[in-house]
Each structure stands twice: as structure tokens, then as C-alpha cells.
T-cell receptor
Framework: DVKVTQSSRYLVKRTGEKVFLECVQDMDHENMFWYRQDPGLGLRLIYFSYDVKMKEKGDIPEGYSVSREKKERFSLILESASTNQTSMYLC???????????????FGSGTRLTVV | AQTVTQSQPEMSVQEAETVTLSCTYDTSESNYYLFWYKQPPSRQMILVIRQEAYKQQNATENRFSVNFQKAAKSFSLKISDSQLGDTAMYFCAFRFANFNKFYFGSGTKLNVKP
């Protein structure tokens, strides 16, 4: 069974801490994405990557950075956590090119981050 | 940016009945894909159904079907014979044909009552 695994299901961090959210996929997908999910706002794209060491800003990149050193791993970094970053964070992946086609995302099960 | 609008924040339906969730989108492109995702309380997002814009025939997956109106930019999801396990958040999503970025609506919370 193909998987996107997010390392933490729940996380509580203090304001100002540097926070790492990890995502690993075992499907050899080229594209990986980080979204945050907030009630009434749906899913909003933070960053995405279409290849190792490549990254692109999404719609709400402020306060976040990412790292993709290996194809299977895409990390989201909160440089200095703030209370307005309390949210659900979802990682997703999808293949590229001919194998991408009309395919949808495969999602991880989410990390609920609380910043206090 | 593309917009995807779900105008029903919350809906309820009795078990075994039929319910329709609405979605509209805005794009000037002619080639794209549309999706409905389900997010149950377990939080795992599950693909329910997809539709290619170039196909006129509406997609169907068992009890789930869509009404795709390309000219109206409308993409509604019909759930027949609703089951308690259909209780979840449902998200409509749009994707360009040549780009893997998705745009999501704000979601509709569906509650199936026994």
C-alpha cells in the first residue's frame, strides 16, 4: 500500500521555536506539497517541490521554508513559530509527466500543530 | 489565482437518502481536472472521484457521481444511498492539465444521520 507518512500526528511548540515537520513518501513521486488546513479556508498551499533540491512558493509561504534533500522526503520548517501558525498541516505527493496524467494527490494523515 | 467555491459549509442527510454537494470554479483554461476529496474524522484525505474537463460524460464511482457543467463551471457531487461512513468533510479541487498544483474549495461538512 502506497504511503505518505507525516512523522507527527500532534505537536505542541512554544512561540519562537524552530519547528520541523517531516513528510516521507514511498511512491517515487517527483512532486511534493505542503498545505495548511484551517476551518472555512480549506487547504492553502505553502510550498511545493517538483524535484530534489527544487522548491516553489505557494500562496502563503511567509514564515515558512522547506527542504528537499532526497526525493522521498520533504520537510516544512517554521523558522520562528507563532500562534497564527497553529493549524493542521497536510503533506501530499503526486507523480509527474505521463504517470501524472489526471491523477490526484496522495495525502499524509496530517500534523495538528499547536503553538502556545 | 484560480478560485474554487463551495457555498455549503455544512449539510445533513438521512441515511439511505441522496444528497448533492455544490462546487463552482473559475478558470479561463479549457483543459483541466476536477476532483472531490473526502476527509473523515481520521483526517486521511481520500480521493472520491475525478473528472477530466475534456470528457462530456459525467464520472461515476459506485454511489458517487458528478454533474459536470463545463460552460457553467459547475461540478457537483451526488451521493446516493447515503451511509453513516459518508460523514466527513468534502473538498472540491481543481488542477490544470499541465501543472500539478491543486486549488481547493473551503469544504462542506456532511453529516449522515441514522
Amino acid at each position: 500500500d502506497v504511503k505518505v507518512t507525516q512523522s507527527s500526528r500532534y505537536l505542541v511548540k512554544r512561540t519562537g521555536e524552530k519547528v520541523f515537520l517531516e513528510c516521507v513518501q514511498d511512491m517515487d513521486h517527483e512532486n511534493m506539497f505542503w498545505y495548511r488546513q484551517d476551518p472555512g479556508l480549506g487547504l492553502r498551499l505553502i510550498y511545493f517541490s517538483y524535484d530534489v533540491k527544487m522548491k516553489e512558493k505557494g500562496d502563503i509561504p511567509e514564515g515558512y521554508s522547506v527542504s528537499r534533500e532526497k526525493k522521498e522526503r520533504f520537510s516544512l520548517i517554521l523558522e520562528s513559530a507563532s500562534t497564527n501558525q497553529t493549524s493542521m498541516y497536510l503533506c501530499a505527493s503526486t507523480p509527474s509527466g505521463a504517470t501524472g496524467g489526471s491523477g490526484g494527490y496522495t495525502f499524509g494523515s496530517g500534523t495538528r500543530l499547536t503553538v502556545v | 489565482a484560480q478560485t474554487v467555491t463551495q457555498s455549503q459549509p455544512e449539510m445533513s442527510v438521512q441515511e439511505a437518502e441522496t444528497v448533492t454537494l455544490s462546487c463552482t470554479y473559475d478558470t479561463s483554461e479549457s483543459n483541466y481536472y476536477l476532483f472531490w476529496y473526502k476527509q473523515p474524522p481520521s483526517r486521511q484525505m481520500i480521493l472520491v472521484i475525478r473528472q477530466e474537463a475534456y470528457k462530456q460524460q459525467n464520472a461515476t464511482e459506485n454511489r458517487f457521481s458528478v454533474n459536470f457543467q463545463k460552460a457553467a463551471k459547475s461540478f457537483s457531487l451526488k451521493i446516493s444511498d447515503s451511509q453513516l461512513g459518508d460523514t466527513a468533510m468534502y473538498f472540491c479541487a481543481f488542477r490544470f492539465a499541465n501543472f500539478n498544483k491543486f486549488y481547493f474549495g473551503s469544504g462542506t461538512k456532511l453529516n449522515v444521520k441514522p
